[in-house]
């Protein structure tokens, strides 16, 4: 059964987020200190995922959990996965809509991700961007994680990027400590790394982004998130 009063709450947030159209400022893509944020997570991204013997990608099934308007799994395709093997699922039906519209050769369920339907083992990859943050829950979040558990093939992997502090802005999120990521996957073996100059102040940086990402982000206490993986035994 699912955690019904979390789910009201997410939709509740998600649709105060989109009343305040946070997609168009503080997280628009056109933020230079945004962009630093997501070349950063994706080019270590790629080295992780070749360093973890997952490319070439072309045969990997692909699920995002969580997966927005979908710019994520996107990358995936520009990076060798077939479209057919790319899924995404989401609570909240704009954000699919929105995928759909955006990315209409990938497959976009609505759905709570406590129930994916999906079967058993069908995954190589299931990535989890900045999800289990938003969840505020923790029986939600533990059948959330027993689900892509159950979806994933035995030696396949969970791709995480997640905030590990809290964001005193924003008090629909909080932040997730290498202790719990790795008590929402038992058994698997965890590598993970900090990164991400804490998003407040990279989108602050404006024309002098190209110049300040790089040495504040390489201060350990300024990074917000960690990156990692996670690989099935
Ligand atoms: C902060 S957003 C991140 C979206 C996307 N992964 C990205 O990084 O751009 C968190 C997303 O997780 C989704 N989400 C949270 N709990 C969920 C659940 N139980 N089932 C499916 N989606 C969920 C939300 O609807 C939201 O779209």
């Known amino acids: 059964m699912e955690t019904r009063s979390e789910v009201d709450r997410l939709q509740e947030v998600y649709h105060e987020y989109a009343v305040r159209g ?9 933020n230079k200190g945004n962009q630093a944020i997501w070349d950063e997570c994706h080019g270590k991204l790629r080295v992780l995922l070749r360093r973890a013997g997952f490319f070439p990608l072309e045969a990997r099934r692909i699920l995002d959990v969580g997966c927005g308007g979908g710019e994520h799994l996107a990358a995936f395709e520009a990076w060798g996965a077939r479209p057919e093997n790319l899924f995404g699922v989401d609570l909240i039906l704009d954000r699919i809509r929105l995928a759909q519209q955006n990315h209409p050769r990938l497959t976009f369920k609505l759905g709570n991700a406590e129930a994916l339907p999906f079967a058993e083992g069908a995954f190589d990859l299931v990535t989890v961007f900045t999800v289990f943050s938003s ?4 029986r939600m979040a533990a059948k959330v994680g027993r ?17 590990r502090m809290r964001s005193p802005l924003n008090r629909h999120v909080r932040g997730i400590s290498r202790r719990r990521i790795q008590g929402l996957f038992p058994g698997f073996k965890m590598s993970l790394e900090t990164l991400s100059l804490l998003p407040p102040l990279a989108r602050r940086l404006g024309a002098l982004t190209h110049l300040l990402y790089a040495p504040l982000s390489s201060v350990p206490f300024l990074r917000s998130h960690y990156l990692g993986i996670l690989t099935k035994p």
């Open 22 to 30: 946070f997609g168009q400022s503080k997280w628009s893509p056109a």
């Open 147 to 163: 689900e892509i558990v159950r979806v994933l093939a035995s030696g396949g992997a969970v791709i995480w990027y997640d905030f």
């Open 135 to 138: 969840i505020l829950d923790g």
